[in-house]
């Protein structure tokens, strides 16, 4: 299994919105509502923001949303914040339970 | 609190072996799918290895199939990872995670292996 293709960086002004894209294929993000997204700081343990493509964990931002269009799963963060500076990686179930692959990550300046 | 501790990480020679460990806490640790994580330095989140909750069903990625293992003590809240014939490139932090929904919930801080000589 390929691992997802996200944009290597992405960037945006405090206030701004952005949207991470993760494109996969129909055998993974095209087939399955199972989408999951995740944060992770310099130095620490990721966390999840998103999972079943647009569902949030408690205690997590409604400023996060996620979406799906065919084989490409999105991440999108409103009103940014200095405190979403981070690396966001996709990940996407694909019809087994070996072989798991994650994006391959994409860094998200605040400007 | 919900929480993953694990532990056991260290150098190790290549070819030697290592064992990795994680304490859950905070919730009911037989209820779900246990995983471990990794992440080389400077790299991005690979996948490693997965058990369901009895473990009855085991899953490796390719790479570490045959010399790694995982397993599960329901009784003591912990999963393992048994790490055999190391190589440089299995160097990385290791995350366990909680599973569900095929989606990984819950993370601890991770423990770090390094193999060199």
């Known amino acids: 299994q390929s691992a997802l293709t996200q944009p290597a960086s992405v960037s945006g002004s405090p206030g701004q919105s952005i949207t991470i894209s993760c494109t996969g294929t129909s055998s993974d993000v095209g087939s399955y509502n199972l989408v999951s997204w995740y944060q992770q700081h310099p130095g620490k343990a990721p966390k999840l923001m998103i999972y079943e493509v647009n569902k949030r964990p408690s205690g997590v931002s409604d400023r996060f949303s996620g979406s799906k269009s065919g084989n490409t799963a999105a991440l999108t963060i409103s009103g940014l914040q200095a405190e979403d500076e981070a690396t966001y990686y996709c990940f996407s179930y694909a019809g087994s339970y070996t072989n798991w692959v994650f994006g391959g990550g994409t860094k998200l300046t605040v400007l | 609190e919900v929480q993953l501790v694990e532990s056991g990480g260290g150098l190790v020679q290549p070819g030697g072996s290592l064992r990795l460990s994680c304490v859950a806490s905070?919730?009911?640790?037989?209820?779900?799918?246990m995983n471990w994580v990794r992440q080389a330095p400077g790299k991005g989140l690979e996948w490693v290895a997965n058990m369901n909750k009895d473990g009855s069903e085991k899953y490796y990625v390719d790479s570490v199939k045959g010399r790694f293992t995982i397993s599960r003590d329901n009784a003591k809240n912990s999963v393992y990872l048994q790490m055999s014939s190391l190589r440089a490139e299995d160097a990385a932090v290791y995350y366990c995670?909680?599973?569900?929904?095929?989606?990984?919930?819950?993370w601890g801080q991770g423990t770090m292996v390094i193999v060199s000589s």
């Open positions: 905070g919730f009911t640790f037989s209820s779900y799918w």
């Open positions: 995670a909680r599973g569900a929904n095929y989606a990984f919930h819950i």
